[in-house]
């Protein structure tokens, strides 16, 4: 064998060697909700929790609702009233026409008389004096018979219901069925042993008329096989609307900690339909929707201002975990640890228990793997890349079952890898996550 073929075969079978120990890393998605610690530890202090919703317009809805119905009962007392009078109303018209006809009757007697002397008197002048006065005087001396205008019998109106307006109250709800879907102080269970209370006041939803804008575009319209252009309206209904809310927490010895309105709930929301054809739109159905949209959010965001002080509320997340493909069975216990942490992860929040217990068994794995990296050797079983994948599973974990030291501890191995830009990003979020636990 020549020195040159002796040193392609020490090449050749160098890259052999370098490929039958190269490592394969996949990464998979996994997603789950680990649990969020509040600002505030107050586990010690209670239980139980009690949402309580306050609607304040509740009451001025009540007075409303009173003066309504008593007006409507005003209202049917008078035509009661009215319909009882009818028969005395009526007795006064007839006495009165009874009189009116008496006086007609005198009144067209003295009528009569006197049409009769003034006819008298006029059959008396002389023809020529009557041409003269209607020729030359142009006037018609002959009297005419005046009659009085008879009377006639009235007869009572029939009465109606006076209209009373209903009055425009706020919407009202099943307080206990918001609480029960909107509220919840995650951590705790309802009780009235040691509890917190915590009561939502609503002040009430208000929104401006509804105003209708035009915006005019210009649309091709084929007729044939002929297109031209033609402006078309678009109408946008718009209006403004809000739903102020406060929100106070007391311990169970009635100590006030937490007295809040929320300054975005006193800002007015705008809102503009889509542009339609049509210029009469829905404006009450839109209203309503609007309506019960803020309602749900507003509710949303108290829940979450409640648990980020004193929850332990679920938070989704999205997270990478590693594992090296495994063909020649080298790599059974990291395999054995991602299936245990990818479970583990989904369990957090349904059962804490059996997560903890194969978190707990997928961190065993891991650190006796990290512990036998091998930086300097390519062919190490554990070398830098297997090395960094392990450290990121580790950081995840550690960070879902709050173990902070562990997790600092994993970053600090990790900065005295040779990282990528992108996975130096990466221990730099995790950093941002331990530190705020």
Known sequence: MTIKNLLFSIILLTSFSSISFAQSIKDEDVEYHYIQLPLIDVKSQIKNYNFKLFPVYEEKNAKLNAEYEAEKAKAQQELDDAKGNIPAMQKVYDEQYEADLIEYDKDVKKAEERYANEMDAYNKKSLGSKLIEKELLGQNTKPYKQLPSKPYRKTVSTPYLRNVQVPKLHTSYDYPALCNTYLKLHGFEQGNEASMNITVTLFGYENTNPTTTTTQVTELVTSGSTTRSVPVNYYHTEFSYRHPMSVMVKMPDGK???????????????????????????????????????????????????????????????????????????????????????????????????????????????KAAFAEMDLSDKNARIDQNVAIAIGFNLLEVNFATKKVMDGLSVIEALNRMELSKREKKRKEDFEMLFIEL
């Open 256 to 366: 006030e900690v937490l007295n809040v309105t929320p300054s975005e709930f006193n800002t007015y929301t705008v809102y503009k339909s889509p542009g339609s054809k049509n210029h009469q739109q829905n404006n009450e159905m839109l209203i309503k929707t609007a309506e019960e949209k803020i309602m749900q959010a507003n509710l949303a965001k108290i829940n979450d201002l409640v648990n980020s002080k004193y929850g332990y509320q679920p938070i989704p997340r999205k997270a990478v975990l590693y594992f090296v493909k495994n063909k020649d069975q080298k790599y059974n216990d990291l395999m054995d640890a991602y299936n245990d942490a990818s479970m583990g992860l989904k369990l957090i929040v349904q059962d804490e228990a059996m997560a903890n217990e194969k978190l707990d068994r997928a961190l065993g794995k891991w």
